[in-house]
């Protein structure tokens, strides 16, 4: 098997932050899982979706 080394990941554009006070408001796992993946998908730009 060859070695291949992991690609160096560019963190603007492989991460998003959630904030802490996410998780003090109590959503249900579903919830959490809708806005993470909104998150995911906005332009870091315009902010949208």
Known sequence: MKYTPWLKRDPIKNY???PKEIFLLGLSPGALAVYSYLLCC???NTYQC
Do not use: H
């Open 16 to 18: 998003f932050q959630l």
């Open 42 to 44: 906005e332009n870091r």
